[in-house]
């Protein structure tokens, strides 16, 4: 998994980024060395290069018999830096006229593998030239040396850019003189071809470089072969009418490209509902033609006569269909819309010129010329005429560029050159393989005079970088800008629609617009490469630590256009544009060495980060199962199997802005003073560093000894405790609020815990430590890991044993019975003392054994914002409570049979194993779920709040909220419950005594020593809040525990953002209590903030499929919230509550599906559920109507917390205020939740912080 994320890093390994370094600075002096040959003519400048695809954490070194070269030592030769494509390239000085003996030697984790063959030999030249060393793998034989003359001013080689076409001929040349030459050749290629294909937008051989099919074979007889050796395996694909046993089934009876174009139509739009595909099917056709199109399919003659018109009019059916599906795309990912617009580049053009009866008849003329030798002629006549007008398919573009290169030599005519040129550059029209700037001369057609000079604006632009040898940085982004325009303009002519009955003529230019916006977007990616490599040269992001703000420009203007490219091809448009909002405005800001600047740019950098992560997630869920089961039925190439998601990420626009992204990471975190490490949970741990995707106790029970988790994901639902004794430390690698519930419960536990959200440091400093045994130390201003010294593995097992002790001795004894009156006797349960008839309790009534610690607390809450002073002062919600007893008299007011049961169901609760548990934890839940509450109870819990309100129902247990058992987050609250319907209030009640029995509430009270007998549940019912911000607070600090430092964390909206394991960090503010000092420690950077559906309107229609913004959040002190002062909505608001639950009861600590109480959690937004439905008439109620939250995307730049230092401040001592009165009223420090509703302060609840 880690290498899944580092796909998005620029490097492979941390001596790869430090190979960078080295090799700049040793090139430094070659800079003047023709200037002063006297002072350097000793020596001369070498490069090596070499491009092979090695697997993750491999590198190259060259190692050879001159010292510059290691004297044969491989731990003293010098490392080559990766860079884009697979190619490993670095320099040294070698002495002059020496004779240099060298091999390419592979370092791994395992050892050294030096390449097959003899040493690799060479002479270096006098000093007036630089050596261009190209080397391939294991072809010790083939070593390309160029010579190039130093000149004053310029550097001693080439950019590494300009080489690849001269690397493709050359490759091309190794491969005919040796099959397997060939065979690793193609590997190669395909780990760099791409979506596009193209490795320069304006390459007209770019369709040959990605060729993975088979050589070129120029021949004078119909020679053409009709045997296919594939295989159609379809045994492991899914059933009929699957796209992928459509695909392979259609394949066996499909020699030709006409037939498997036909093939790909049928699946993307024969069978397609109202032929509009679905991404099931666009995944699998887009592999499908991707690999036809590069040759990893072969096409081969399979009989009869079908001229290329055939073939551009299934390509229009298909294109016609991959437009409908970017058209009806609504879903926030936009995946129809990615796969849509790249399956269109894979197929052959349907313009006028080609769906004729007889298109394409230059070559025929060609081939009756009398300026050619008959030889040639013939070769003509087999290989290109006939095959075209008989079965063309993509071999014979990759023909046609041969036998161009190989008459393009002046020995025959210039008169049949130039017409076999024609042909050829409309044969790449044909096959969609024209440069960018033939695109955009066509698209030209028909524009508007102002759209028309935009793009020659542009041509203008890129006219002059090619004139530049070496463009500064700042050329590069003015490029790119006038691209991102060009390609803005033909979105917004895309984004009219395609009407069913579009004519031809216009469905063709459509084609071309389309072709045309994305081969934008792949030269971007050119762009943002050379930018890159600019950058680096300059020095990177050490570079802008001392830099005038001017020097970040480029930097962030680069990452600016890259956005803007990403979404305009659909990934996340909305999301796309609030990062490019914050970025423009930190920029304005400037001043990026003051701390606070620096943190904040920080946060919208991680957003960033997160983003183009996004895209690597949703093509490892898109295209790798594709490729797989599609490949293996087909039995294409492995190595075109392996490297194909890979290679679609490496040649997109999200890598060169992932590298940006990176650069500027690391001067951000640097200036800001902070690590790419962020402590949670203080302490050392010491076992066996294991990876989990979550942190799963059935998993970690499989572990016998003690292990520290390197956990790639969390929902904020995990038990630490209820994880086992072996689990003794966690590094997650994502951000999550420090005062999540999660964060709390590690805590408690005292569990060391850490955030990594750099997937490059812990790829290079924490993966190479799976399976050894390491120390993870956890300090209030550091990280460290490191492999465990033997003092530490020694104490670490005395300390694991007596653990395991404990958790024995709890288990077998600690969690005693309840005793009689309803007293708990001993451990941590609290006592309780059960009603003895059903009645409803005032919430100034509420006692801990009557209703818990949390009704108790609040009750407490309500009496001391009643008495606060002006500078402390604080709300709470009005409230009640359903005390403890009143489910265990529903409980038997049930059946007999139903009682029984449930006694069953907790006895075996105690001792079940994990995998029956989980069916005992649904059917108690389902059990006491349908429990009801009687009439005069529900009307007595409505009369407490006015008319038309809407309210939340909360837990209370005995076993949450206490000093030793926060519980945080463990049991549900359910939310939107409309205080004048009976049935729903009842529902909800019943869902939250239901939760007192999921999976993880089970284990967390077994790792607690708690019987689950002696779990109790009261509810408490409070009117639902409507919070501009919502905070957690905790009164003293949870890292040191300074009594004087209250740490808040803050997000927009409800307080479920913080509460839960979702990805981002929330405004985390230091307060100093007895100086009312603020510090601000973190910016906010979550994507969205859930909201009440109310305060978002749909996406219009032909919109994203996303939320609109009808407003800023209403900033503290708004008068807009004046009409809920008393903390309660308009009786028709229809809004999510305070800390609101995504999984309620049968949730079993799931994070999808629906729920009991009808609620669906996708994502960060809720919905109702199909299946909600309401019996108000009947004894038992179903679960209650509940109304949507929805995710807003957020854009920190319109918001004074993140703009303004004085609004941060103001808050801060506010808050600050009134955690040192919670504290005295409490006596200790405290958990706080509360909220902003306007300006108003409420306070939600409290605990003892842990």
């Not at 037939?259 to 139509?265: D, F, G, R, T």
């Not at 703000?549 to 480029?554: E, H, I, S």
């Not at 956890?778 to 492999?787: K, R």
């Not at 919070?1027 to 300074?1042: D, E, K, R």
């Amino acid at each position: 998994m880690l290498q899944q994320r580092s796909l998005l890093r620029s490097g492979r390994g941390s001596s790869c980024s430090r190979g960078l370094v080295q090799h700049r600075i040793s090139r430094a002096p070659l800079q003047c060395y023709a200037k002063d040959k006297a002072e350097t003519a000793e020596k001369v400048p070498v490069r090596f290069r070499i491009r092979q695809k090695v697997e993750y954490g491999e590198r190259f070194k060259v190692v050879g018999n001159q010292p510059g070269l290691g004297s044969w030592d491989v731990t003293k030769a010098p490392e080559l830096k990766w860079h884009d494509g697979d190619l490993w390239a670095g320099s040294v000085d070698l002495p002059v006229g020496k004779d240099i003996e060298f091999k390419c030697v592979r370092v791994t984790s395992g050892g050294e593998n030096w390449e097959d063959g003899n040493n690799r030999k060479f002479k270096a030249l006098g000093p007036r030239y630089s050596l261009d060393i190209r080397c391939t793998w294991n072809s010790t034989r083939n070593t390309d040396v160029h010579a190039h003359e130093l000149k004053p001013e310029e550097p001693p080689f080439r950019e590494l850019s300009s080489l690849q076409s001269l690397d493709h001929a050359a490759a091309e040349a190794e491969a005919l003189a040796s099959r397997r030459e060939e065979e690793r050749e193609r590997s190669r290629q395909a780990s760099y071809s791409s979506m596009s294909s193209y490795s320069d937008s304006d390459s007209e051989a770019g369709h040959v470089a990605g060729w993975q099919g088979k050589q070129v074979e120029f021949m004078r007889s119909n020679q053409h072969s009709r045997e296919r050796n594939g295989v159609w395996d379809t045994s492991g694909l899914p059933p009929a009418p699957h796209p992928l046993q459509t695909l392979v089934r259609g394949d066996e009876h499909a020699a030709n490209w006409l037939k498997k174009l036909e093939v790909a139509k049928t699946v993307l739009v024969d069978e397609a509902v109202r032929a509009r595909p679905s991404v099931e099917a666009l995944a699998a056709g887009f592999v499908y033609l991707q690999w036809v199109t590069t040759g990893a399919i072969a096409c081969v003659e399979g009989g009869g006569h079908y001229r290329p018109n055939h073939h551009a009019r299934v390509a229009q059916h298909i294109f016609r269909s991959c437009e409908w599906a970017i058209e009806d795309d609504r879903e926030p990912a936009r995946a129809a819309t990615l796969l849509a617009r790249k399956l269109s580049t894979r197929l052959p053009s349907f313009g006028e010129a080609f769906t004729q009866t007889v298109p394409l008849t230059r070559i025929r003329d060609i081939a009756h010329r009398n300026d050619i030798p008959s030889d040639l002629k013939q070769e003509i006549k087999h290989t290109l005429q006939n095959k075209l007008h008989r079965n063309a398919g993509p071999e014979d573009l990759v023909a046609a560029e041969a036998m161009l290169n190989r008459i393009n030599n002046g020995q025959y005519s210039g008169a049949f050159v130039n017409e076999f040129k024609i042909f050829v550059a409309e044969l790449r029209e044909f096959f969609n393989a024209a440069t960018f700037t033939q695109l955009l001369d066509a698209v030209k057609v028909g524009m508007s005079n102002e759209d028309t000079q935009v793009i020659d604006f542009f041509l203008g632009q890129k006219a002059a970088l090619d004139s530049k040898q070496n463009p500064s940085p700042e050329d590069l982004v003015a490029t790119c800008h006038a691209l991102t325009t060009v390609r803005a303009l033909l979105m917004g002519g895309l984004n009219s629609g395609l009407r069913n009955d579009a004519p031809d003529a216009a469905l063709a230019m459509r084609q071309r617009w389309r072709l045309a916006e994305v081969r934008a977007e792949d030269y971007a990616f050119v762009l943002l490469s050379r930018l890159d490599n600019a950058l680096e040269q300059q020095g990177g992001g050490a570079a802008l630590l001392n830099a005038h703000d001017l020097a970040w420009a480029p930097v962030l203007g680069g990452l600016v256009l890259g956005l803007r490219h990403l979404g305009l091809g659909g990934l996340a448009p909305a999301e796309a544009m609030a990062i490019e909002a914050e970025l423009v405005a930190w920029q304005k800001e400037g001043n990026y060495r003051d701390r606070d600047n620096a943190l904040r740019l920080k946060a919208t950098l991680e957003r960033m980060q997160r983003f183009t992560e996004q895209y690597l997630e949703l093509l490892l869920k898109l295209l790798p199962p594709v490729a797989e089961a599609l490949g293996k039925a087909l039995g294409v190439a492995p190595y075109a199997i392996t490297t194909f998601t890979e290679a679609e990420i490496r040649a997109n626009v999200v890598f060169q802005v992932s590298k940006l992204t990176t650069l500027l990471l690391r001067a951000c975190r640097t200036a800001a003073g902070s690590s790419s490490w962020d402590p949670l949970v203080a302490g050392t741990a010491v076992g066996k560093l294991v990876e989990l995707q979550e942190l799963d106790p059935a998993v970690l029970a499989g572990f016998n000894e003690p292990v520290v988790v390197l956990l790639r994901s969390a929902s904020g639902d995990e038990e630490v405790g209820a994880s086992g004794n072996a689990l003794q430390g966690v590094v997650l690698t994502q951000d999550l609020p420090h005062l999540s519930h999660l964060g709390v419960r590690a805590r408690q536990e005292r569990v060391p815990f850490a955030i990594l959200d750099d997937p490059s440091v812990a790829a290079q400093d924490v993966a190479p430590l799976l399976g050894q045994h390491i120390a993870l130390t956890v300090t209030p201003d550091s990280v460290t890991i490191a492999p465990a010294t033997a003092e530490q593995l020694a104490a670490a097992a005395a300390a694991a044993g007596g653990k395991a002790r404990a958790g024995a001795a709890a288990a077998n004894g600690g969690a005693s019975k309840q005793q009689e009156g309803g007293e708990a006797a001993g451990g941590p349960a609290g006592a309780v003392s059960k009603v003895s008839s059903v009645r409803m309790l005032p919430l100034l009534d509420c006692m801990p054994t009557l209703a818990g610690a949390k009704a108790s607390s609040c009750a407490r809450l309500e009496q001391i914002s009643l008495e606060a002073k002006a500078a402390e002062a604080f709300q709470t919600p009005r409230g009640c409570c359903v005390p403890f007893g009143v489910m265990e008299l529903a409980l038997a007011a049930l059946p007999y049979e139903q009682q029984d049961r449930y006694k069953q169901l907790l006895a075996a609760s105690e001792t079940a194993g994990l995998a029956e548990l989980t069916g005992i934890s649904e059917e108690l839940q389902a059990l006491v779920g349908s429990l009801s509450l009687p009439d005069n109870l529900l009307k007595s819990l409505a009369g407490t709040f006015q008319p038309g309100s809407l309210l939340i129902c909360r837990s209370s247990a005995n076993v949450e909220d206490l000093a030793g058992m926060s519980g945080a987050g463990l049991y549900e609250s359910v939310p939107n419950v409309p205080s004048d319907r009976p049935g729903d209030i009842s529902a909800a009640v019943a869902a939250v005594w239901a939760s007192l029995y999921t999976r993880r509430a089970i284990l967390s009270r077994r790792a607690a020593g708690v019987a689950q007998s002696d779990a109790c549940m009261a509810v408490l019912v409070q009117e639902l809040l409507f919070p501009t911000y919502s905070f957690v607070l905790h009164t003293a600090s949870p890292l040191n525990g300074n009594p004087l430092a209250a740490e808040v964390e803050i997000a927009a909206g409800l307080g479920e953002t913080l509460a839960s394991g979702k990805r981002g960090s929330a405004w985390r503010l230091e307060i100093n209590k007895s100086t009312g000092e603020v510090k601000t420690l973190a910016f906010a950077n979550f994507s969205e903030a859930l909201l009440p559906s109310s305060a978002v309107k749909p996406a219009p229609a032909g919109g994203n499929g996303g939320s609109v913004e009808t407003a800023e959040l209403p900033p503290i002190g708004s008068a807009s919230l004046a009409s809920m002062l008393a903390g309660v909505g308009p009786a028709g608001w229809k809004s999510g509550g305070l800390y609101s639950k995504a999984n309620t009861a049968g949730g079993g600590g799931s994070s999808g599906g629906s729920t009991p109480t009808g609620l669906s959690w996708s994502g960060s937004s809720l919905s109702n559920s199909p299946s909600s439905s309401r019996d108000e008439g009947s004894g038992v109620a179903r679960a209650g109507e509940l109304y949507e939250c929805v995710g807003r995307t957020m854009d920190y730049s319109r918001h004074g917390l993140s703009k303004s230092s004085d609004v941060r401040q103001a808050l801060g001592r506010r808050i600050g205020a009134v955690a040192g009165l919670l504290e005295r009223q409490f006596g200790g420090a405290q958990d706080v939740e509360g909220c902003f509703v306007g300006d108003l302060l409420y306070v939600v609840q409290t605990r003892p912080q842990p």
